[in-house]
């Protein structure tokens, strides 16, 4: 997933060229081959996914933000501090031969405790901000437009006090 802080890149391959700006973001295949144009300053997050045990998947997908999404399953009641969340998402690209998982999801407002977190994810707030923090001690609030990355097995907790919206990509 690449997901564009400041400017703007051309995308281009074998199939089409797409053009993403500030606040938008697109998935490069894996096996894609790609040429990547950018505009002066651009500032861009991105993560890459090397686990596959199969055949390529390329091509380039331009992410909506405004996507559909369907209801998905809230967090464990029993790490929750406060009332389960309503929780939709959408997964808008998979890579089968991976367990790499982008799209979008949301949430009504939670607060969950500290946990280790249960898969490697990178996030883009599109919407919203959230505090996520280490039992008892530092904590980093995100905000729309913001990326994060939280490894595998990091100590997070979770607190939402408004809607919250974000891309993400999981494995």
């Not at 686990?51 to 998947?57: E, I, L, S, V």
């Not at 959408?90 to 031969?97: P, Q």
């Not at 006090?161 to 891309?167: E, H, L, P, Q």
């Amino acid at each position: 997933m690449l997901v564009m802080h400041r400017g703007s890149v051309t995308l281009t391959s074998g199939t089409g060229s797409i053009t993403i700006s500030t606040g938008e973001s697109a998935v490069i295949g894996r096996g894609t081959q790609v040429r990547i144009e950018a505009q002066p300053d651009s500032l861009w997050a991105f993560c890459v996914s090397t686990q596959a045990n199969g055949p390529d998947k390329p091509g380039i997908t331009a992410l909506d933000r405004l996507a559909m999404l369907t209801p998905s399953s809230p967090p464990d009641p029993a790490i929750m501090i406060s009332a389960l969340p309503q929780c939709r998402s959408n997964n808008l690209f998979e890579d089968t031969a991976s367990t790499l998982r982008i799209g979008v999801w949301d949430s009504t407002p939670y607060e969950r405790i500290s946990r280790p977190h249960k898969i490697h994810e990178l996030m883009n707030l599109i919407e919203g901000s959230v505090v996520l923090s280490l039992e008892n001690g530092p904590s980093l609030t995100v905000n729309t437009g913001d990326t994060v990355f939280v490894a595998q097995g990091a100590p997070c907790k979770w607190t939402s006090t408004g809607y919250v919206r974000k891309f993400y990509a999981v494995t």
